[in-house]
Every structure is written in C-alpha cells, then in structure tokens.
C-alpha cells in the first residue's frame, strides 16, 4: 500500500459544527502532515507530527486540533469554524526527506 | 528569510519541450522538489534532487539545479495533454517543513 488515504472527501459544515478529518498510511511513514489549500495557491504547512508527536505548529487556530491516535492515523477536529477556512485540506506522509505522499484531500466548505 | 518564486503560467505545444523554472533564497536549502498537481487532487510527487547535485534526469523529466544562482528547472520532454496540471517547486532545509512556491499553470496547445 502506497498511498495516504483522506476521508471525508468533500464536508460542507455549520459554523456551529464539530467535525473530524481523518487520514491513514500504512507505509510505515514516521512523519505525518496537515496542510491547508485554497483556491489556486500553494498548500500551507499546519500541523507536523513526528513519531507520534506533535513537532511542528505554524500558529494554527485552536479552532483546529490535531491528533495522532497511532502511527497510521491521523486526525484534524474541527469545531466552530468561519467561512474563510473553507479550503481543501491535505494530508502526506513521509520517511525521510526524500519524498513526501500526499493523499487527495478532503474539500471543506463552511457555511 | 524563506521564499520560492515561479512563473504563474506557461503555454507549450504537444509534442514541445516544456520548461518551468523556479528560484529560491535559502541557501541552505538541502532537498528540492517538484510536484503536480492535476484539478481537484492532491499533490504528486514527480522528483526531488539533493543540494549536491546539479542534475537528475528521469524519463521524459530532467531537473538541472545551479546552486550558485539559487535556480532550479524542470524540463518536461515530449509534452503531452496529460502534461496539462499545476507544478509546485519546493524546498527543504531537511527538517520536516516544506517551502512551496505558487506554482506553475502548465497549458498545452494542440
């Protein structure tokens, strides 16, 4: 298995709302990613972890909370967030620096 | 200070080589990369080259890095519709954090 695999694909969710993304790699990939994308930009880093441990924050809202229940999964809860984090949110995976797997990320919309 | 600049578009036909080129400034960049990415996907990863390399050549791919001028380039030979995505250059300084330029908008003429 050589792929990151992102579920939901497509989430449209209330303001009100708290709902969880989840991501899954069974490559033994030691380093799991959360990046934000919108509308013909390039991904912005959010979360790093790094053997099951949080090892990187780029100043993220509270409003999302990452979570790494084991070394295949990884999570993105969501709860009480604007129309502007509307976007397409990607997952990847990697060993070491020479490669990164993305899976083909869950598009959210806020409403 | 982190940055990677590319080109926004490019426009090439069938059959023609395409070239997209990228520029960084962090001179400690150790990893560089270049991914695709096709509507509504994610992104793939088509090669990288390692900072002591000046070229890495794969199929229809050929990267060339000058290190000197901080410019990397990506050479897409034969290009075909499928060509047709978005192409990211990104550096690492060989921590877990990835700089990604704004991408190239890579257009195929018939």
């Known amino acids: 298995d050589t792929e990151v695999t992102q579920t939901p694909k497509h989430l449209v969710m209330g303001m009100t709302n708290k709902k969880s993304l989840k991501c899954e790699q069974h490559?033994?990939?030691?380093?799991m990613y959360w990046y934000k994308q919108k509308a013909k930009k390039p991904p912005e880093l959010m979360f790093v972890?790094?053997?099951?441990?949080?090892?990187i924050n780029e100043s993220v809202p509270s409003r999302f909370s990452p979570e790494c229940p084991n070394s295949s999964l990884l999570n993105l809860h969501l709860h009480a967030l604007q129309p502007e984090d509307s976007a397409l949110y990607l997952c990847?995976?990697?060993?070491?620096?020479?490669?990164?797997?993305f899976g083909s990320g869950t598009r959210l919309t806020v409403v | 200070g982190e940055d990677v600049e590319q080109s926004l578009f490019l426009s090439v036909r069938e059959g023609d080589s395409s070239v997209i080129n990228c520029t960084y400034t962090d001179s400690s960049s150790t990893y560089l990369y270049w991914y695709k990415q096709e509507p509504g996907a994610g992104l793939q990863l088509l090669t990288y080259i390692f900072s002591n390399m000046d070229m890495k050549q794969d199929q229809r791919l050929t990267v060339l890095l000058n290190k000197k001028d901080k410019h990397l380039s990506l050479r897409i030979a034969d290009t075909q519709t499928g060509d047709s995505a978005i192409y990211f250059c990104?550096?690492?300084?060989?921590?877990?954090?990835?700089?990604f330029g704004k991408g190239t908008r890579l257009h195929i003429l018939p």
């Open positions: 990847a995976s990697s060993q070491d620096f020479g490669g990164y797997t």
């Open positions: 990104a550096e690492s300084r060989g921590d877990d954090k990835i700089i």
């Open positions: 490559m033994g990939h030691r380093a």
């Open positions: 972890y790094s053997y099951e441990k949080l090892s």
